[in-house]
């Protein structure tokens, strides 16, 4: 059965190959969707320190405002839908207090979300570090010692045409 070679002399079945290369897509997209997502809660965090806004429905209400979101489901008032939007007074202004809960009612700082999401970010940006030694390609990890064409022989990726091993001087 042919195969790919894989750091350490491993052979790997041919099939293996376009699933690496999609995972590596996958945890590509993954890590710069999730950093993404923290720099939105990190903004939102800067915000809601000069800002409060709300969205009122007849049976709930969601807002944002000295660093946490408030969420209250029947808040008393059967207003019309609305969007309300205020200047906090003497900003920056956050709270730092933790999660708080109540039976109808529940407080999140922003900072709790924020640190939620950076740990699997860190984790992801991790997992997807280029892991290659030098002289070999980036994409697969095939040893390209000794390689003048310019393209790897094992994913066709172009390379830097290169015909001296790893270690040697340029």
């Known amino acids: 059965m042919s195969g790919v070679f894989h750091g350490g002399g491993v052979?790997?079945?041919?099939?293996?190959?376009p699933?690496?290369?999609?995972?590596r897509r996958t945890l590509s997209i993954l890590k710069y969707v999730?950093?993404?997502f923290c720099m939105g809660v990190l903004g939102a965090f800067v915000f809601s320190g000069w800002y409060e806004?709300?969205?009122t429905q007849p049976t709930w209400c969601v807002g944002m405002g000295y660093g946490r979101i408030k969420c209250v489901l029947d808040p008393g008032a059967r207003e019309e839908p609305h969007w309300r939007v205020s200047r906090i007074e003497n900003p920056p202004c956050w709270l730092w207090g933790g999660v708080i809960a109540y039976?109808?009612?529940a407080i999140i700082p922003l900072w709790v979300v924020w640190i939620t999401a950076l740990l699997p970010t860190a984790v992801l940006w991790w997992l997807?570090?280029?892991r290659h030694r030098e002289g070999c390609?980036?994409?697969?990890?095939?040893?390209l010692t000794g390689n003048v064409?310019?393209?790897c022989p094992e994913c066709g990726r172009p390379t830097k045409a290169r015909g001296l091993p790893p270690s040697a001087p340029d």
Do not use: D, H, I, L
């Open 128 to 130: 997807n570090r280029s």
């Open 34 to 36: 999730s950093a993404g």
């Open 103 to 105: 039976p109808q009612a």
């Open 137 to 143: 390609c980036q994409c697969c990890g095939y040893n």
């Open 149 to 151: 064409s310019g393209r």
């Open 11 to 17: 052979k790997a079945p041919e099939f293996w190959r």
């Open 53 to 55: 806004v709300y969205r």
């Open 19 to 23: 699933m690496v290369v999609t995972q």
